[in-house]
């Protein structure tokens, strides 16, 4: 009976829980997708772990960062794991949820001096960063440079303003941005989870909907 400390279901019975929840062709292809996490805090964890539950291929995990005690309201990190990087203590944690997924970490600095070698085996690249330049610097980097590739960006997703701001637009062909693009984390009470994990599951949801090839208008 699947609970047990010491037990996790075969792979097998692993992909055929997905094909059964997904549909085998869907499955196929999610499988078959690798995607890139720029930065591994309150939007990136998430939709890490949103994406690993999903059965993706492959994630990409960059980070500079270690853990610390005030990431833990709402980032998807343990108490025990304060101190450590964040590209492995992530890893570690998607391994518990989905120990098939494979995964490759870059603890670095994201730039555009790094960025065409480690995001170039990515379909899909995420955005996940929490400073406002490296965001835009990253967006117009993949946009320029490596026009062939998807990027869903983040942009608003601060306070406690209402949940139904939160969405997803088109920018153009292969961007896509989520989030209010209005609050910041200047303008008041800051970040709080329920918000950023909101943005990050509109993220990873835009993921699984250009692998479906299911685009926004």
Known sequence: MWGVADMIPSKEEWIQALDDRHGIEFQKKISSTTVAVCGLGGLGSNIAISLA?????????????????TNLHRQ???????????T???????KEINPY???????????????????ADADIICEAFDNAEAKANIVNFVLSEMPN?????????A???????????????????????VSDIKDGIGLVS?????????????????????YEV
């Open 159 to 181: 306070g406690l303003d209402s949940a139904n701001l939160i969405k997803t637009r088109k920018v153009s062909k292969r961007f896509y941005l989520c989030g209010d693009e």
């Open 194 to 214: 329920t918000r950023v994990m909101l943005c990050a599951a509109h993220q990873a949801h835009t993921v699984l909907r250009i692998i479906a090839e299911e």
């Open 149 to 157: 590739k998807y990027i869903v960006a983040a942009s608003g997703m």
């Open 53 to 69: 539950r999903a059965g993706i291929g492959k994630l990409i995990l960059i980070d500079f960062d270690k853990v610390d005690i």
């Open 88 to 94: 492995e203590a992530l890893q570690n944690n998607l």
């Open 76 to 86: 998807q990190y343990k108490a025990n794991q304060i101190g450590m990087c964040k």
């Open 101 to 119: 997924l494979e995964t490759k970490i870059h603890t670095i600095c994201l730039d555009e001096s790094n960025a065409k070698d480690v995001l």
